[in-house]
């Protein structure tokens, strides 16, 4: 698989541009202290997206292993691709049940008949030669037509269950600040992939003398798309948390909410307020609890003034008032408290 540097080079000046910018926020993010914000355990919904992402990734690295990728007759017969295909099939027979070839086996046998539809196995696989109905060797991007839906179903299922994973509904915002660059994410590996099988020269392996020479390129695109699936659910993993922690990352609320926070929390205080105040009015309009109070203020007037008549108690206080307490202080602050919450009301009476 041959990738030019000119290739290189435009995939960088289309992607560049949406990616630097991210990439400059992150590093600020970084550098930029959490303007006082605290470490705080990973959030229930988080967690349990962590927990999904790791079971996809840890799906898709297992399915990277040999047990699991669709047979290769050549490798799974040690056969070169010159192989004339009467022999190739002769060695695949033995290896099915009762010695019978199955109906895939058939419709490879079918093409195999020249070495461009051989070459066209290594790069498109088994299920492409084998079942396309319209595709033939005279014309090599049929296969690839053919080939595309199944080459982006991995992305776009995978992007559906990012797109799940990053719902507001389902994590918050810790989920939904990396819900744009998830998608960015994903549509790029899905098209760096198409990009790269559509200029794949599979002629390259008609000069491969040996089968260990031969690229068997479907094969390692499958495990690399993959390892890069795995790689960017673990990024995106690793990185919600940092964010839903405090670690790294951290979207300080805006304007807007932080005064609706504060309007919310005034909110709560008044109607705690007015929850005193209804207590203390039933209170007072009842006999029986007004009795009760006045018994409760009569009880703890006796108490205190039994306690401030207790010889250490008094020496304490006295020693605190000469030495450690500003008197001065102390009463020039409470006039200034006294003046701010009595100038409205004499402004008031002035008024009227």
């Known amino acids: 698989m041959a990738v030019t540097w000119d290739s290189i080079r435009s995939l960088l000046l289309f992607f560049g541009p949406m990616l630097l910018p991210k990439a400059i926020s992150w590093y600020r993010s970084i550098r930029t202290s959490p303007h006082g914000l605290t470490i705080q355990p990973t959030p229930p919904r988080v967690r349990l997206a962590l927990g999904l992402l790791f079971a996809l990734s840890t799906i898709y690295v297992v399915k990277t292993l040999p047990a699991f990728a669709p047979e290769n007759l050549f ?28 109906a895939s086996d058939h419709a490879l046998r079918a093409k195999f008949i020249n070495m461009e539809s051989r070459l066209l196995y290594a790069q498109f696989g088994p299920q492409v030669l084998s079942d396309c109905p319209f595709c033939n060797a005279d014309e090599p991007k049929s296969y690839l037509y053919y080939a595309l839906p199944s080459l982006l179903w991995p992305h776009l299922a995978n992007l559906i269950a990012l797109a799940a994973i990053t719902s507001p509904s389902f994590t918050g915002k810790h989920g939904y600040q990396w819900r744009t660059l ?15 099988v559509g200029s794949y020269s599979y002629k390259a392996n008609a000069k491969a003398p040996r089968l260990s020479d031969v690229d068997f390129f479907y094969w390692s695109m499958r495990s690399y798309r993959l390892v890069a699936l795995a790689a960017l659910n673990a990024v995106l993993g690793w990185v919600m948390y940092l964010s839903s922690t405090n670690r790294a990352f951290v979207q300080l609320p805006s304007t807007s909410e932080r005064v609706e926070d504060v309007a919310k929390g005034l909110l709560t205080v008044k109607s705690k307020l007015n929850a005193i105040g209804i207590i203390n009015n039933t209170a007072m309009r009842d006999e029986e609890l007004r009795s009760r109070c006045q018994t409760y203020w009569a009880h703890e007037v006796r108490l205190m003034r ?19 307490i500003n008197i001065d202080s102390i009463s020039k602050d409470a006039e200034t408290y006294t003046d701010s919450v009595l100038e409205p009301l004499r402004q008031l009476q002035q008024n009227e």
């Open 75 to 102: 490798t799974r017969t040690q056969s070169r691709l010159q192989i004339p295909v009467d022999v190739l099939f002769n060695r695949v027979a033995v290896l099915r049940p009762g010695n019978v070839l199955t």
């Open 182 to 196: 998830a998608t960015i994410a994903s549509l790029t590996l899905a098209g760096l992939e198409a990009y790269i």
């Open 306 to 324: 039994d306690v401030m008549e207790e010889r250490e108690v008094v020496e304490g206080v006295n020693d605190a008032l000469s030495n450690r």
